[in-house]
């Protein structure tokens, strides 16, 4: 099944679904630009892992309806069972769990020199924090710094954006990209949930022209191919945050028109 949305779609943002989404999606980034980058060039996925705080839910919950008594081995004695009451309330356990997650970083052939770099942000790049999103600001400097450009794709409407010197308009996502020869200053597209997402291009060395990188065509391919269609609700409202209220009245109409609501 086609997903009902013309770009990113949020209902991919779920905990529970992201990291696959993630990877799968880095690695339909990595096919596409692969044709277009050899002889030259290869795109290469480089994994990381981080600690994700999720919310781990219990395989199964076992009420014990017995009593417990213990007895001394040593003499016999009269035992009474003692009644065990259960706790009035059972949540599920939010716990720092090791994620794995990966970018994608395009080398020269052979002499395997970083050419670009590029980021699918994860909920632990955007957490703040000094091991979350201080620490992936941290390394993005040392990437200013050096002669590789940067392209950042940021699909998390919650959390904290790349830094930048002045506010980001409203969007709900974005992506980022750094060329060395432009640094400073950082080309922003804004992306609406209402619209598609154009190509982007990605640099390579002086004086090769960049490529394009469809990144709604690589959204697209990784939805039907992960069939997410059939773990999601459409019939509920996308995880947290919220939705301006312009863009969950649309949201509700585009689905109903979708017949998946």
């Given amino acids: 099944m086609q997903s009902p949305f013309p770009g990113m779609d949020p209902y991919l943002e779920q905990p529970s679904m992201w990291p696959d989404v993630h990877n799968s999606l880095i690695a ?18 480089t994994p990381y892992t981080v600690f994700e ?6 395989v199964r919950a076992v009420i014990p309806d017995v009593g417990m ?33 990966a970018r994608i970083e395009i080398r020269t052939v052979r002499d395997h020199v970083l050419v670009t770099a590029i980021e699918l942000l994860s909920p632990a790049n955007k957490r703040p924090g000094a ?22 794709i940021d699909l998390l409407r919650g959390g904290r954006r790349p830094q930048v010197a002045r506010p980001l308009p409203e969007a709900s996502y974005f992506i980022f990209l750094s ?16 619209e598609s997402i154009k190509p982007v291009p990605i640099p390579l060395c002086h004086p090769d022209p960049p ?11 990784t939805y039907r191919r992960a069939r997410y269609d059939l773990d999601i ?9 919220a939705l301006s209220p312009e863009d969950a009245a649309w949201l509700a109409e585009h689905l109903q028109a979708a017949g998946v609501r």
Avoid at 28 to 37: C, G, P, S, V
Avoid at 53 to 58: G, K
Avoid at 71 to 87: H, K, N
């Fill in 179 to 194: 060329r060395v020869q432009h640094r400073p200053y950082i080309d922003i597209w804004p992306l609406s949930l209402r």
């Fill in 28 to 45: 339909a980034i990595r096919d596409q630009l692969q044709i277009a980058l050899a002889p030259n060039y290869r795109a290469v996925i």
């Fill in 211 to 221: 490529v394009p990188l469809d990144l709604g065509a690589a959204i697209h391919e």
């Fill in 53 to 58: 705080s999720i919310e781990i839910a219990p």
């Fill in 131 to 152: 091991e979350g999103a201080d620490a992936y600001e941290k390394k993005r400097q040392e990437l200013f710094r050096s002669t590789a450009h940067l392209l950042e």
């Fill in 233 to 241: 609700d459409y019939r509920t409202d996308p995880p947290p945050p």
């Fill in 69 to 101: 008594f213990e007895r001394d081995a040593s003499r016999t004695m009269e035992s009474t069972a003692v009644a065990i009451e259960a706790a009035p309330l059972t949540l599920p356990a939010m716990m720092d769990v090791p994620t794995e997650y």
